[in-house]
């Protein structure tokens, strides 16, 4: 299969796995790094079969590929690859983590703040979260 196929399908069956549509994860700019991972961490057969089976996140599967449904879920929402240890993909993973956005968040450590920031007071005109109050 074409490598620009087998992105293309990555991404969809990522976009079904998360509940984030397909922009969303390409704004990540991990796509390529996340299917390079997975490829790996899962061997070229059972990436394959992930791909070729897994329709959505609630078919019908037998526990390997549910465990590999998982682990790229895993890979998206926290920016590593599970396991004892997990892998760590990199800063950018884990800032452009998905968890972050689910939550309406930015990483911690990664704006451009800097380290205390979340101490400061704010005038709430930035875009935040859409949460209010003081924060104390």
């Known amino acids: 299969m074409p490598f620009a196929d087998d992105l293309n399908r990555f991404a969809a069956l990522s976009a079904r796995l998360t ?6 994860l390409e ?9 390079a991972v ?8 059972r990436y ?3 791909l070729r089976e897994l329709r959505g996140p609630d078919d019908a599967v037998d ?3 549910r ?3 998982r682990a790229v879920t895993y890979l998206w929402y926290t920016g590593s690859w599970p ?7 990199s800063p950018r993973a884990y800032a452009e983590a998905l968890v972050w956005k689910a939550a309406g968040l930015k990483a911690p450590a990664t704006d451009p703040g800097g380290y205390g920031s979340w101490g400061e007071a704010h005038d709430g005109s930035g875009s935040g979260n859409g949460i ?3 924060g104390r």
Do not use: M, N, W
């Not at 509940?19 to 969303?24: I, K, L, Q, T, Y």
């Open 83 to 89: 396991g004892p240890p997990p892998i760590v993909v």
């Open 27 to 35: 704004a990540t700019g991990l796509t390529e790094a996340y299917r």
């Open 63 to 65: 526990g390997e590929l």
């Open 132 to 134: 209010g109050g003081s």
């Open 19 to 24: 509940g984030f549509d397909g922009v969303a």
């Open 48 to 50: 394959a079969r992930l």
């Open 38 to 45: 997975a490829v790996e961490e899962l061997g070229a057969k």
């Open 67 to 69: 465990e590999a449904a």
